[in-house]
């Protein structure tokens, strides 16, 4: 009896937090244009070799996903040695429905969409050397460690923020939609 008092309260807080965040969502996304870039030269300075992070979000099966696109930019601009990272159930759409409720196996790193899919917002914050080394040593400790995918506790935007963290940037709430989190990102770190 006390463990479906305790269930049914996970379940409504959760369902009360999902409300609260698509209703950010809606004012977050109201000046977006779907797919546009916004760049940020952090503080990056001189010449040498240019490093970047972009994240990114776009459409998915419940409220889209965040992931991050990161590497070198070239004299034009132009992106090299990308990597992608990003955090996603394992077991695809099933892990998605199911790690809503209790956690499921993850995998960090890109799924297919995030190849192939256009991204609703990116941020792309242009990083010094250091910075990137942070951001790649990150990367590599989260893939190293074992984590679960659920949607309130380890989710994709979980992910991002322990990268903004890595690079220095402050980081709206992870119980943001995808979009409404990037846009919030780009809005607290100018």
Same mark, same amino acid.
């Given at each position: 009896?006390?463990? &479906?008092?305790? *269930?049914?309260? $996970?379940?409504?807080?959760? =369902?009360?937090?999902?409300?609260?965040?698509?209703?950010? !969502? %809606?004012? @977050?996304? !109201?000046?977006?244009?779907?797919?546009?870039?916004?760049? &940020?030269?952090?503080?990056?300075?001189?010449?040498?070799?240019?490093?970047? $992070?972009?994240?990114?979000?776009?459409?998915? =099966? #419940? *409220? +889209?996903?965040?992931?991050?696109?990161?590497?070198? #930019? %070239?004299?034009?601009?132009?992106?090299? %040695?990308?990597?992608? =990272? %990003?955090?996603?159930? =394992?077991? +695809?759409?099933?892990?998605?429905?199911?790690?809503?409720?209790?956690?499921?196996?993850?995998?960090?790193?890109?799924?297919?969409?995030?190849?192939?899919?256009?991204?609703?917002?990116?941020?792309?914050?242009?990083?010094?050397? !250091?910075?990137?080394?942070? #951001?790649?040593?990150?990367?590599?400790?989260?893939? !190293?460690?074992?984590?679960?995918?659920?949607?309130?506790?380890?989710?994709?935007?979980?992910?991002? $923020?322990?990268?903004?963290?890595?690079?220095? @940037?402050? &980081? /709206?709430? /992870?119980? @943001?939609?995808?979009?409404?989190?990037?846009?919030?990102?780009?809005?607290?770190? /100018?």
């Amino acid at each position: 009896m006390r463990a &479906s008092v305790r *269930f049914r309260r $996970v379940v409504w807080a959760a =369902a009360a937090c999902i409300a609260v965040a698509i209703g950010l !969502a %809606g004012k @977050l996304r !109201a000046d977006d244009v779907p797919g546009q870039v916004f760049i &940020s030269t952090g503080e990056t300075r001189g010449v040498g070799e240019q490093y970047f $992070v972009d994240f990114r979000a776009r459409r998915g =099966a #419940l *409220f +889209g996903h965040t992931f991050i696109v990161y590497g070198h #930019l %070239g004299a034009k601009g132009d992106l090299q %040695g990308v990597e992608y =990272a %990003g955090n996603y159930p =394992a077991d +695809g759409n099933l892990g998605l429905v199911v790690g809503s409720v209790v956690p499921v196996c993850t995998t960090i790193g890109p799924v297919q969409d995030d190849l192939k899919a256009p991204a609703t917002i990116i941020y792309r914050r242009k990083l010094t050397r !250091a910075q990137f080394v942070q #951001l790649k040593a990150g990367v590599r400790h989260i893939r !190293a460690t074992q984590h679960y995918w659920h949607l309130m506790f380890f989710n994709c935007n979980d992910l991002a $923020v322990e990268m903004t963290k890595r690079v220095g @940037l402050r &980081s /709206p709430s /992870p119980w @943001l939609i995808p979009h409404a989190y990037v846009a919030a990102l780009r809005e607290m770190n /100018p």
